[in-house]
């Protein structure tokens, strides 16, 4: 059974970089990574995606090795703002949707 | 601004009543779906549709039904069937069946007593 698995909850402090890894290793050929970031209350908002290597945008970057079976989520120098939950998502598009969620990292940052 | 809007946020309903839940989307998207999030059980699929007048169960449609009459609403109704209807409901929408990547709407808390 396909599993998307990452750390329960994190702790940080103001201005580190936070690295958060999951794994997933039953990924097929055609699915994707996501990471998404939610607040109390709130819809969950898109970070960032990959399929392999590195992407970077302007919040993120994530890390994709070849084997593809782990993720990790790139946070530089986070702020209190950054305190939420992080999903990891492996999607496969097409007629039979493919979403395995992991079940959140919850991520505090400390002044 | 294109977005989705869940309506309403708060829903306080008696036990053994149906209740509907509203989702709207003005983003032109094809694909539509349910998600129920309880505490530590992160978000699980409901229902989706990838298309007007089509839909198709998620992980745990029992008790629950949809409908797509429209491109832009996804309805979800919350059945007596339900046995732990208690719960914060999300809807989200994709381009369309292919695209990766969703918007999500802010969430409606649904509490049954």
């Given at each position: 059974l396909a599993k998307t698995t990452q750390p329960i909850s994190m702790d940080s402090y103001e201005g580190q970089e936070v690295n958060i890894t999951c794994s997933h290793n039953?990924?097929?050929?055609?699915d994707y990574i996501t990471w998404y970031q939610q607040f109390p209350s709130q819809g969950p908002r898109f970070i960032i995606q990959g399929y392999k290597t590195k992407v970077t945008n302007e919040v993120a970057s994530l890390f994709i090795p070849a084997d593809r079976k782990s993720s990790t989520l790139s946070l530089p120098?986070?702020?209190?703002?950054?305190t939420a939950v992080y999903y990891c998502l492996v999607e496969g598009a097409g007629n039979n949707r493919k979403l395995i969620w992991g079940l959140g990292t919850s991520l505090a940052v400390n002044p | 601004d294109g977005g989705i809007t869940q309506s309403p946020k708060y829903l306080f309903r008696k036990e053994g009543q149906n209740v509907t839940l509203s989702c709207e989307q003005n983003?032109?998207?094809?694909a539509m779906y349910w998600y129920r999030q309880d505490p530590g059980q992160g978000l699980r699929l409901i229902y989706y549709s990838q298309i007007v007048n089509d839909f198709q169960k998620g992980d745990i449609a029992e008790g629950y039904s949809v409908s797509r009459e429209k491109k832009e609403s996804f309805p979800l109704t919350v059945t007596s069937?339900?046995?732990?209807?208690t719960a914060f409901y999300l809807c989200a929408s994709s381009?369309?069946?292919?695209?990766y990547g969703y918007t999500f709407g802010s969430g409606t808390r649904l509490t049954v007593v």
């Open positions: 039953n990924i097929a050929t055609n120098r986070v702020s209190l703002s950054d | 983003l032109n998207h094809d069937a339900q046995k732990n209807p381009r369309d069946r292919d695209s």
